[in-house]
């Protein structure tokens, strides 16, 4: 299993970001695919998740109304699109695969490398 994310970058509050996991080596209709996040000195926290098959979505309390995950099953790719960025968000984020829906890193099966946000106020 590879995921390779993409898209981090440097952004001011209150920008958009699209972030973007390829996902291979993996039959991806039997999995979830979620989104952590990990800003330094802290835990890797959970952002957003996504049902491959059905599109079945659940969000953290923190970006509600400003994240949205989604995928690409022709391109076997799951997105995070992040509007409304806010200092807070800055980390590196993760996609992870796992066989259930999972709201702790300890539950993912396989993780990509990161890719870094950082909001500026």
């Known amino acids: 299993v590879q995921l390779v994310e993409s898209g981090g970058g440097l952004v001011r509050a209150g920008d958009s970001l699209r972030l973007s996991c390829a996902v291979s080596?993996?039959?991806?209709?039997?999995?979830?695919m979620s989104w952590f996040r990990q800003a330094p000195g802290k835990e890797r926290d959970f952002v957003a998740g996504?049902?491959?098959?059905?599109?079945?979505?659940r969000y953290a309390d923190s970006v509600k109304g400003r994240f949205t995950i989604s995928r690409d099953s022709a391109v076997n790719t799951v997105y995070l699109h992040m509007n409304i960025l806010k200092p807070e968000d800055t980390a590196v984020y993760y996609c992870?695969?796992?066989?259930?829906?999972?709201?702790?890193?300890?539950?993912?099966?396989?993780w990509g490398q990161g890719t870094l946000v950082t909001v500026s106020s």
């Open positions: 992870a695969t796992s066989r259930g829906p999972i709201t702790t890193a300890v539950g993912a099966g396989s």
């Open positions: 996504i049902r491959w098959r059905e599109g079945t979505k």
């Open positions: 080596g993996l039959t991806t209709d039997d999995n979830f």
